[in-house]
């Protein structure tokens, strides 16, 4: 048993059922052994949720990264696949439920913590988009539009979760028209 295979098994349950909602006794169960062997590997149901968190992180930032490395006629074509890759909640839904649950619900005991590393993560999400933006506007538009982005990536985030396919698609075009007006 490893604490990779711990990460697997958890995340999805965390994803689900959130942190509180998770036993660990549920994801001991999911790999086939008993509650005290999880702590020769996480001193703690909150390490193992902060560890997740962060791998969680990393593997977004991993995507952002890919789609800068990426080649593109233009900046408004490079903004719409960076747009689109980041709202798209079906790709890894599990990774993306978690964190989702994770940003807006955070364990109250974590909360502070997780608050500031997701200020961290933020920081170099904005990095990314910034470098882009900076080849078409000017610092305050670009941190306007940064600004716009969140706000419509946290509402489509809690979009995809209310509404069908065909809707929230229609409400994610809408979003990336009135995101591309600001170019």
């Known amino acids: ?13 965390f994803a ?12 001991a169960k999911a790999v086939g052994i008993k509650t005290p062997s999880i702590y020769a590997h996480f001193a703690s149901k ?3 949720f902060l560890e997740i968190y962060r791998d969680v992180m990393r593997h977004e930032l991993v995507v952002l990264g890919e789609i800068a490395q990426e080649t593109h006629a233009t900046v408004e074509d490079e903004l719409h696949a960076f747009f689109y890759k980041v709202t798209d909640f079906n790709s890894d839904p599990e990774v993306k439920r978690f964190f989702q649950r994770a940003i807006f619900f955070p364990p109250q005991s974590l909360a502070t913590q997780m608050r500031e590393e997701m200020t961290t993560y933020e920081a170099l999400t904005s990095e990314t988009i910034g470098n882009i ?18 706000c419509l990536l946290d509402g489509l985030s809690l979009e995809h979760e209310i509404y069908s ?6 409400r994610r075009d809408a979003a990336w028209e009135a995101l591309a007006a600001l170019l």
Not at 2 to 12: F, H, N
Not at 133 to 150: G, H, M
Not at 165 to 170: N, T, V
């Open 1 to 13: 048993m490893s604490g990779q295979r711990l990460k697997e098994a958890a995340l999805p349950l």
């Open 16 to 27: 689900e059922q959130g942190y509180d909602g998770t036993a660990l006794s549920e994801i």
């Open 46 to 48: 909150e390490a193992l």
């Open 133 to 150: 933006l900076l080849r078409k506007l000017d610092e305050a538009q670009k941190e306007k539009w940064i600004y716009v982005f969140y």
């Open 165 to 170: 396919a065909a809707d929230f698609a229609k």
